[in-house]
């Protein structure tokens, strides 16, 4: 549920009338409601009652700082990928012992910088990047926490470029190789195994990959804590799919998917005080973001009709990227006029600048507003300024508030950042 809706023709987030920040802040811009973002983490939370649970934001869906900071004040934590989003997390008064650090690369200096602030757990994804966490910690007099990213070869049947969980991809280590990586923990000073994490993928739809990954976990859990390993951390990643308003993904709701944990680490629990790490990205944020732009022109085409947006691919990367399906609605609503079928495109040169295909929405002209749902994640944190367009600013409101909290990085300043070497 996300608080987006028509009131008398018009589109509102929350109590503000899009119209009014369109006014203020031009097109294309993102806009995100804090109800929303809350609602969803709350929900997420109550999911997973009865647990000791730290819910870990995935940054990357939505690094803005003031979106971070907003989901600090309810309790998050972060996931983070980089050094760049550890500084973002810290940035936003979230403390180390709330993040997390997944990735496949992490370098040197991003392990300095969280060892420094004393993160939670480090995901680690390989032995190499282990034994270079090891050297680190020593050299800072440190003890990396650490928890190892298996691979349980897991199909998440999702789109190929989000699934992680097979052996194929390049994400964590073998499952059948973990216990032996956890044995030479035991050697390294600069280390210590606390915990298990698995993430197979993102907008699963579907609960059996995740309950067999998760059970793969448990029982490596198990073994782990009879060889000596004092494992008490959990980290089960993010990956709940969202609805995107295409009805054949019909993701489970927060609350069965909580259910499912629940049934699979119960036997576990009685015996042992388990904390268990969650970290959601999509289904936080996902929905509780849009993006509105302007008609600039229609073009009749043979035998289709074009919307010619001012967002574009550099916009909104997610449907040239993945062919992902975004909702498309008139921002002014007119309820009688009878609707046509329209390809909504984009002014960038590349024909993969397309955001919808065939959709049946009222006639739209020059000057209208359009709002593209469920934009929240993976939308903003992808733009880019492709074809010197400038880079797409971010609002958020709360109530009968907005505020703008990435301004629009106009092509002046784009251009500015070129550099001419003093032979040309
Ligand atoms: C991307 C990612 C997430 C978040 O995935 P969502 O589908 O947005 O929930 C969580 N953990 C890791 C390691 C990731 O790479």
């Not at 947006?309 to 609605?329: G, K, Q, S, T, V």
Request: with cysteine; aromatic share 8%.
């Amino acid at each position: 549920m996300d608080y987006f809706f028509h009131k008398d023709g018009s589109m509102f987030a929350e109590d503000v009338d899009l119209h009014e920040i369109a006014r203020e802040v031009g097109t294309p811009f993102y806009v995100y409601s804090q109800s929303t973002l809350e609602r969803h983490l709350r929900v997420f939370d109550d999911a997973m009652t009865g647990l000791d649970r730290l819910i870990c934001f995935a940054v990357k869906a939505n690094s803005n700082v003031a979106v971070l900071k907003l989901l600090a004040k309810q309790g998050a934590g972060a996931d983070v990928v980089s050094g760049g989003e550890l500084k973002r997390a810290l940035k936003a008064g979230i403390p180390g012992e709330r993040i997390v650090f997944s990735g496949v690369g992490k370098k040197p200096y991003e392990m300095d910088a969280a060892l420094k602030v004393g993160i939670k757990q480090f995901n680690v994804e390989s032995e190499p990047e282990l034994e270079v966490l090891n050297a680190r910690a020593i050299k800072l007099g440190k003890v990396a926490p650490v928890a190892l990213r298996i691979n349980p070869d897991v199909d998440a049947k999702t789109h190929e470029k989000i699934s992680t969980g097979k052996a194929e991809n390049k994400f964590g280590i073998s499952w059948l190789k973990a216990r032996d990586v956890y044995e030479k923990m035991k050697e390294m000073d600069g280390i210590a195994p606390v915990g298990v994490d698995v993430h197979i993928g993102s907008q699963l739809t579907d609960l059996e990959p995740f309950r067999l990954a998760f059970t793969k976990v448990i029982e490596m859990v198990k073994d782990l804590r009879e060889a000596g390993h004092d494992i008490t951390q959990i980290d089960l990643g993010g990956g709940l799919g969202i609805p995107y308003g295409d009805s054949a993904e019909a993701p489970p709701l927060p609350s069965v998917y909580g259910q499912m944990v629940q049934d699979v680490v119960k036997e576990m629990m009685a015996e042992v005080d388990l904390e268990f790490i969650f970290e959601p990205g999509r289904l936080i944020a996902g929905n509780a973001g849009i993006m509105v732009s302007e008609v600039i022109y229609v073009k009749e085409g043979d035998g289709r009709k074009f919307v010619i947006l001012d967002a574009a691919m550099n916009d909104l990367a997610r449907p040239a990227m993945y062919d992902a399906y975004h909702n498309i609605d008139p921002v002014n609503l007119s309820e009688e006029a009878e609707e046509e079928l329209v390809d909504f495109v984009g002014p960038v040169c590349e024909s993969g600048d397309t955001f919808a295909k065939g959709r049946l929405i009222q006639p739209l002209e020059a000057g209208d507003l359009v709002a593209i749902k469920s934009a929240g994640a993976y939308g903003a944190v992808m733009s880019n300024s492709y074809n010197t367009r400038a880079l797409v600013p971010e609002v958020l409101v709360r109530g009968d508030q907005f505020s703008i909290i990435r301004h629009r990085i106009e092509v002046d300043e784009l251009i500015g950042q070129d550099q001419i070497p003093n032979w040309v």
